[in-house]
Protein backbone atom coordinates (compact mmCIF):
# COMPACT_ATOMS: atom_id res chain seq x y z
CA UNK A 1 0.00 0.00 0.00
CA UNK A 2 0.94 3.46 -1.08
CA UNK A 3 1.57 5.71 1.52
CA UNK A 4 0.34 8.46 -0.56
CA UNK A 5 -2.78 7.54 -1.84
CA UNK A 6 -4.98 9.80 -4.30
CA UNK A 7 -8.66 9.13 -5.76
CA UNK A 8 -9.76 9.34 -8.12
CA UNK A 9 -7.35 8.32 -10.84
CA UNK A 10 -8.96 9.60 -13.43
CA UNK A 11 -11.76 12.42 -13.83
CA UNK A 12 -14.03 13.93 -16.76
CA UNK A 13 -16.34 16.45 -15.88
CA UNK A 14 -17.95 19.20 -17.18
CA UNK A 15 -17.42 22.70 -17.46
CA UNK A 16 -18.69 24.51 -14.07
CA UNK A 17 -18.64 21.57 -11.96
CA UNK A 18 -17.66 21.52 -8.87
CA UNK A 19 -14.15 19.02 -8.30
CA UNK A 20 -13.07 17.12 -5.51
CA UNK A 21 -9.69 15.39 -5.59
CA UNK A 22 -8.77 13.43 -2.57
CA UNK A 23 -5.14 12.39 -0.81
CA UNK A 24 -4.79 10.18 2.02
CA UNK A 25 -1.61 9.35 3.88
CA UNK A 26 -0.63 6.88 6.37
CA UNK A 27 2.52 8.89 7.56
CA UNK A 28 2.87 11.92 10.00
CA UNK A 29 3.58 15.06 7.82
CA UNK A 30 4.49 18.51 8.35
CA UNK A 31 3.29 19.63 5.10
CA UNK A 32 1.54 18.69 2.07
CA UNK A 33 1.75 19.89 -1.20
CA UNK A 34 -0.66 19.88 -4.20
CA UNK A 35 1.23 20.45 -7.96
CA UNK A 36 -0.54 20.75 -10.98
CA UNK A 37 1.08 18.98 -14.20
CA UNK A 38 -0.49 20.28 -18.02
CA UNK A 39 -0.39 18.24 -20.66
CA UNK A 40 2.72 20.44 -21.72
CA UNK A 41 4.73 18.22 -18.80
CA UNK A 42 5.82 21.39 -16.44
CA UNK A 43 4.81 21.48 -12.93
CA UNK A 44 2.97 24.17 -10.87
CA UNK A 45 3.08 24.26 -7.28
CA UNK A 46 -0.47 24.98 -6.28
CA UNK A 47 -0.17 24.85 -2.43
CA UNK A 48 1.44 23.55 0.45
CA UNK A 49 -0.36 23.43 3.89
CA UNK A 50 0.14 21.82 6.68
CA UNK A 51 -3.33 23.23 8.83
CA UNK A 52 -7.08 23.90 7.72
CA UNK A 53 -7.58 25.47 4.56
CA UNK A 54 -5.73 27.92 1.55
CA UNK A 55 -7.46 29.53 -1.46
CA UNK A 56 -6.24 30.71 -4.57
CA UNK A 57 -8.44 31.99 -6.97
CA UNK A 58 -11.11 29.55 -7.95
CA UNK A 59 -9.01 26.82 -6.08
CA UNK A 60 -9.33 25.48 -2.66
CA UNK A 61 -6.89 23.13 -0.75
CA UNK A 62 -8.14 21.32 2.81
CA UNK A 63 -5.96 19.43 5.60
CA UNK A 64 -7.49 17.37 8.31
CA UNK A 65 -4.24 16.57 10.14
CA UNK A 66 -6.06 13.75 12.43
CA UNK A 67 -7.98 11.90 9.61
CA UNK A 68 -4.33 12.44 7.50
CA UNK A 69 -6.74 13.33 4.59
CA UNK A 70 -6.46 16.19 2.51
CA UNK A 71 -8.64 17.75 -0.52
CA UNK A 72 -8.49 19.97 -3.21
CA UNK A 73 -11.52 21.85 -4.73
CA UNK A 74 -11.88 23.26 -7.72
CA UNK A 75 -15.08 25.24 -8.26
CA UNK A 76 -16.54 26.73 -11.56
CA UNK A 77 -14.06 23.94 -13.31
CA UNK A 78 -13.05 25.44 -16.96
CA UNK A 79 -11.30 22.95 -19.78
CA UNK A 80 -8.08 24.87 -18.64
CA UNK A 81 -8.26 23.26 -15.48
CA UNK A 82 -7.53 20.20 -17.46
CA UNK A 83 -4.12 18.59 -16.09
CA UNK A 84 -2.77 16.00 -13.64
CA UNK A 85 -3.14 16.83 -10.08
CA UNK A 86 -0.43 15.59 -7.99
CA UNK A 87 -0.18 15.26 -4.12
CA UNK A 88 3.20 15.06 -2.24
CA UNK A 89 3.40 14.72 1.77
CA UNK A 90 6.57 15.71 3.41
CA UNK A 91 6.88 13.26 6.63
CA UNK A 92 7.66 14.03 9.54
CA UNK A 93 11.47 14.24 10.36
CA UNK A 94 12.21 14.74 6.81
CA UNK A 95 13.59 17.90 5.63
CA UNK A 96 13.10 17.18 1.85
CA UNK A 97 11.77 13.93 0.62
CA UNK A 98 8.85 14.19 -0.53
CA UNK A 99 6.35 10.94 -0.76
CA UNK A 100 4.17 11.30 -4.08
CA UNK A 101 0.87 10.45 -4.48
CA UNK A 102 0.71 8.96 -8.25
CA UNK A 103 -1.49 12.06 -9.43
CA UNK A 104 -5.46 12.38 -10.62
CA UNK A 105 -5.60 13.12 -14.37
CA UNK A 106 -8.18 15.49 -14.74
CA UNK A 107 -10.20 16.39 -17.68
CA UNK A 108 -12.99 19.28 -17.42
CA UNK A 109 -15.74 19.26 -21.25
CA UNK A 110 -16.43 22.61 -22.77
CA UNK B 1 12.46 36.44 -11.97
CA UNK B 2 11.84 33.96 -14.66
CA UNK B 3 11.82 31.10 -12.71
CA UNK B 4 13.56 28.07 -12.55
CA UNK B 5 15.50 27.57 -16.36
CA UNK B 6 16.39 24.36 -17.85
CA UNK B 7 17.85 23.77 -21.13
CA UNK B 8 17.40 21.59 -22.99
CA UNK B 9 13.58 21.09 -23.06
CA UNK B 10 14.07 18.32 -25.62
CA UNK B 11 17.21 16.24 -25.92
CA UNK B 12 17.24 12.93 -28.42
CA UNK B 13 20.78 11.11 -28.11
CA UNK B 14 21.79 7.92 -28.67
CA UNK B 15 23.11 5.36 -26.60
CA UNK B 16 26.54 5.80 -25.02
CA UNK B 17 26.25 9.35 -25.39
CA UNK B 18 27.08 11.61 -22.57
CA UNK B 19 23.74 13.87 -22.10
CA UNK B 20 24.30 17.14 -19.99
CA UNK B 21 21.24 18.94 -18.71
CA UNK B 22 21.18 21.74 -16.99
CA UNK B 23 19.17 24.20 -14.18
CA UNK B 24 19.32 28.20 -13.68
CA UNK B 25 17.50 27.94 -10.11
CA UNK B 26 15.40 31.11 -8.91
CA UNK B 27 17.99 33.62 -7.27
CA UNK B 28 18.03 33.39 -3.60
CA UNK B 29 16.86 30.14 -3.42
CA UNK B 30 19.01 27.80 -1.09
CA UNK B 31 17.86 24.38 -1.99
CA UNK B 32 18.01 22.69 -5.54
CA UNK B 33 16.67 19.36 -6.86
CA UNK B 34 16.50 17.52 -9.71
CA UNK B 35 13.60 14.76 -10.11
CA UNK B 36 13.31 12.06 -13.12
CA UNK B 37 9.17 11.45 -14.04
CA UNK B 38 9.06 8.18 -15.83
CA UNK B 39 5.29 6.74 -16.71
CA UNK B 40 6.16 3.95 -14.14
CA UNK B 41 7.84 4.96 -11.23
CA UNK B 42 6.41 8.44 -11.06
CA UNK B 43 8.36 11.28 -9.78
CA UNK B 44 11.85 10.31 -8.42
CA UNK B 45 13.98 12.33 -6.04
CA UNK B 46 17.73 11.99 -7.65
CA UNK B 47 20.07 14.78 -5.64
CA UNK B 48 19.19 17.33 -3.41
CA UNK B 49 21.44 20.48 -2.71
CA UNK B 50 21.50 22.85 -0.11
CA UNK B 51 23.62 25.94 -0.18
CA UNK B 52 25.25 23.97 -3.55
CA UNK B 53 26.65 21.27 -1.10
CA UNK B 54 24.77 17.80 -2.44
CA UNK B 55 23.04 16.96 1.00
CA UNK B 56 21.33 13.57 -0.85
CA UNK B 57 22.58 11.65 -3.45
CA UNK B 58 20.69 8.97 -2.74
CA UNK B 59 18.51 8.38 -5.35
CA UNK B 60 21.08 8.74 -8.21
CA UNK B 61 20.48 5.40 -10.25
CA UNK B 62 23.72 4.17 -10.06
CA UNK B 63 27.58 5.86 -11.24
CA UNK B 64 26.75 6.87 -14.33
CA UNK B 65 24.89 10.15 -13.22
CA UNK B 66 26.63 12.83 -11.56
CA UNK B 67 25.16 15.67 -10.61
CA UNK B 68 27.16 19.73 -9.52
CA UNK B 69 26.53 22.73 -8.60
CA UNK B 70 29.24 24.76 -8.83
CA UNK B 71 27.72 27.77 -7.78
CA UNK B 72 24.59 29.44 -6.62
CA UNK B 73 23.08 29.91 -10.03
CA UNK B 74 23.61 27.07 -11.80
CA UNK B 75 23.42 23.44 -11.53
CA UNK B 76 24.34 20.14 -14.02
CA UNK B 77 23.14 16.71 -14.24
CA UNK B 78 25.24 14.67 -16.21
CA UNK B 79 24.78 10.68 -17.35
CA UNK B 80 27.51 9.44 -19.44
CA UNK B 81 27.61 6.85 -20.97
CA UNK B 82 23.55 7.25 -21.89
CA UNK B 83 21.05 4.37 -21.81
CA UNK B 84 17.77 3.79 -23.19
CA UNK B 85 16.55 3.35 -20.03
CA UNK B 86 17.32 6.79 -18.92
CA UNK B 87 14.58 8.04 -21.49
CA UNK B 88 12.16 10.30 -18.84
CA UNK B 89 11.10 13.61 -17.85
CA UNK B 90 14.33 15.47 -16.00
CA UNK B 91 13.14 18.38 -13.54
CA UNK B 92 14.88 20.92 -11.90
CA UNK B 93 13.11 22.78 -8.45
CA UNK B 94 14.68 24.76 -6.09
CA UNK B 95 12.79 26.56 -3.04
CA UNK B 96 13.70 29.21 -0.95
CA UNK B 97 14.23 26.94 2.14
CA UNK B 98 13.72 23.31 2.44
CA UNK B 99 10.12 23.48 3.68
CA UNK B 100 8.84 26.09 1.27
CA UNK B 101 7.26 25.70 -1.56
CA UNK B 102 8.97 24.45 -4.54
CA UNK B 103 9.29 25.50 -8.02
CA UNK B 104 9.51 24.17 -10.88
CA UNK B 105 11.35 24.21 -14.53
CA UNK B 106 9.89 23.18 -17.45
CA UNK B 107 11.46 19.98 -17.33
CA UNK B 108 13.82 17.97 -19.69
CA UNK B 109 12.47 15.19 -21.90
CA UNK B 110 15.02 13.36 -22.70
CA UNK B 111 15.04 10.03 -25.03
CA UNK B 112 18.12 7.99 -25.42
CA UNK B 113 18.01 5.79 -28.55
Known amino acids: KNEVEQSPQNLTAQEGEFITINCSYS?????LHWLQQHPGGGIVSLFMLSSGKKKHGRLIATINIQEKHSSLHITASHPRDSAVYICAALPLGSNYQLIWGAGTKLIIKP | DAGVIQSPRHEVTEMGQEVTLRCKPISGHNSLFWYRQTMMRGLELLIYFNNNVPIDDSGMPEDRFSAKMPNASFSTLKIQPSEPRDSAVYFCASTLEWNTEAFFGQGTRLTVV
Open chain 1, 27 to 31: VGISA
